[in-house]
């Protein structure tokens, strides 16, 4: 069974090909481009891992993850930013914008294995 992983990423393109790359990784993925597509998408289906962009158009990552933890509070995020980001949770990390996608593999499988 292959795990799924929510992308969550205002620039369309660039969550496209992290899906198509996760795929090579036998990772299924779905695109949000808004956190409100994200919380639908996210309260119509089981998700293993988020990658979440923390600056959104409407809703800025971090509500959105507040809002998944209230329905799945051991879901596990991982932020990719391109501004600072401390967050205090063992089920989240954060990587910094520009990021290699074989980091965020790397990033994937830890999260999935702690």
């Known amino acids: 069974m292959k795990r799924k992983i929510l992308i969550i990423e205002d620039n369309r393109e660039t969550a496209l090909v992290l899906g198509e790359y996760l795929l090579d990784f036998g990772f299924d993925s779905e695109v949000a481009i808004t956190g409100k597509e994200a919380i639908e998408k996210f309260n119509k289906s089981s998700f293993d891992i988020v990658l979440a962009d923390f600056k959104l158009p409407d809703i800025d990552g971090q509500t959105v993850v507040t809002k998944f933890r ?33 980091k965020i593999l790397d990033a994937i499988n830890k999260m999935l294995l702690s």
Do not use: Q
């Open 70 to 102: 209230h329905i799945h509070p051991d879901i596990k995020v991982i932020f990719l930013t391109a501004h600072y980001l401390s967050l205090k949770n063992a089920n989240t990390l954060v990587l910094e914008k520009p990021c290699r996608p074989k």
